[in-house]
């Protein structure tokens, strides 16, 4: 099975690789209004309407197929949005946003890019990036204004699961129950402290310059979301880890779970509150599960429904009590919730199978059975 990372260094563009952002920018758009005009989604058929279009940019024509082929992406997301929304904005890109999948090499430590046919620009790679990429295949670069991102591959086996590990992700922990062995938390509080600090920051500029406002939040943003995302790499990198030690799967609550974060508490603005922990619940999502692929570890999802409710003995519906405790009026159980809720995602992999495995893990491997269900537990 193919799994791929990705790796990002800053960069500088050169004055060429500005003027290649630029084009492939226009392209990009030009496809894109071309795709609403004609109606069409599909690649083949915006290829067909749009290459020749593209003939004015003198660039290598790799750029054009990856520009149909990013446009056909937006425009896919854009009428699944309005769907739901008739009235979402038509999309524009206005951001230098360039990837490629082909014509590129890396040579001596250097990227060497294509810009015309035959003509190619070089960028010096940093020691990180070179060495994060060393021996493996590269799939994908990613050119922004500052950031320069290279996907690469590898080839794992996919294992077979031992049992599976229970993730229970809330605003200040993520809660790992395992097969065996004790329920582990780890600690996202810094994370949620960030959020605090950033805040104050924001609500230092009057509401009614917008403009400012929406700036100075897209900068102080940025570096929000950079020291959540540590925090988040370190606590993925841990469970994966503790995966891979007990040669387990991992299961996670489907994404719906970003209403159960909605609720809980009200100190942060709804809006911001929103936003982040949205953003920051599916990043640790995302991020468990590139790690725990790249190890060739399966991942699936199950249903959230009633697994922060629910007593992970027998069934029944549970009473709150104080200090986040939980008791079954049923079997008399008392558990904290965030365990309660880590023990039924892992009994629920276990029991029902999975609702959906993650992407190219669908393929691979499938649902575990009532019966190897039954089995695991019984180990
Ligand atoms: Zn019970």
């Known amino acids: 099975m193919q799994v791929f990372k990705s790796v990002w260094q800053h960069y500088t563009p050169t004055p060429e690789i500005a003027w290649l952002l630029e084009q492939f920018r226009q392209m990009l758009n030009d496809c894109i209004r071309i795709g609403l005009a004609e109606n069409v989604t599909s690649l083949k058929a915006l290829s067909l309407k749009a290459y020749n279009q593209l003939s004015r940019h003198d660039v290598a024509s790799y750029y054009k197929l990856c520009a149909i082929s990013a446009a056909t992406g937006i425009l896919r997301n854009y009428r699944k949005a309005k769907r739901k929304n008739p009235y979402v904005k038509e999309p524009y ?37 070179q060495a994060t990429i060393g021996g493996f295949r590269l799939r994908s670069v990613t050119l922004t204004a500052d950031r320069l ?23 200040d922990n993520v809660t790992v129950a ?4 004790p329920v582990q938390q780890h600690d996202l509080s810094e994370a949620t402290q960030a959020k605090v600090v950033y805040r104050d920051v924001r ?32 606590a993925s990198k841990l469970i994966v880890e503790e995966a891979k030690a007990k040669q387990c799967g991992i299961a996670m609550e489907k994404l719906t779970g970003i209403r159960k974060l909605y609720r809980r ?3 942060q603005g709804r809006w911001y509150r929103g936003c982040m922990n949205s953003w920051s619940y599916g990043e640790l ?23 922060s409710s629910k007593c992970s003995i027998c069934g029944e519906r549970m009473k709150p009590e104080e200090n986040r405790m939980l008791r079954c009026p049923s079997c008399g159980y008392r558990v904290d919730r965030d365990v309660n809720a880590a023990r039924n995602i892992l009994a629920r992999a276990l029991r029902f199978g999975a ?25």
């Open 93 to 129: 890109a206005r951001r230098p946003r360039l990837t490629t999948c082909y014509g590129f090499k890396i040579r001596d430590g250097e990227l060497s890019l294509p810009i015309h046919a035959k003509e190619h620009i070089p960028i010096s790679l940093n020691q990180h990036v």
């Open 149 to 171: 991102s290279l996907a690469y591959a590898n080839e794992v086996q996919q294992l077979q699961p031992r049992g599976f590990i229970g993730i229970d992700r809330n605003l």
């Open 178 to 181: 395992a097969t065996d062995g």
């Open 203 to 234: 609500s230092h500029f009057k509401r009614s310059d917008v403009r400012i406002r929406r700036e100075v939040s897209g900068k102080y943003g940025q570096k929000q979301r950079e020291k959540v995302q540590q925090i988040l790499h370190h």
């Open 265 to 267: 508490g009200n100190w």
């Open 285 to 307: 999502q995302r991020q468990i599960e590139y790690k725990a692929r790249w190890e060739g570890l399966p991942v699936v999802y199950v249903h959230p429904h009633g697994t």
């Open 355 to 379: 609702v959906g495995l993650a992407g190219e893990a669908m393929v691979a491997e499938p649902a575990p059975t009532q019966q190897s269900a039954k089995s695991m537990r019984g180990s």
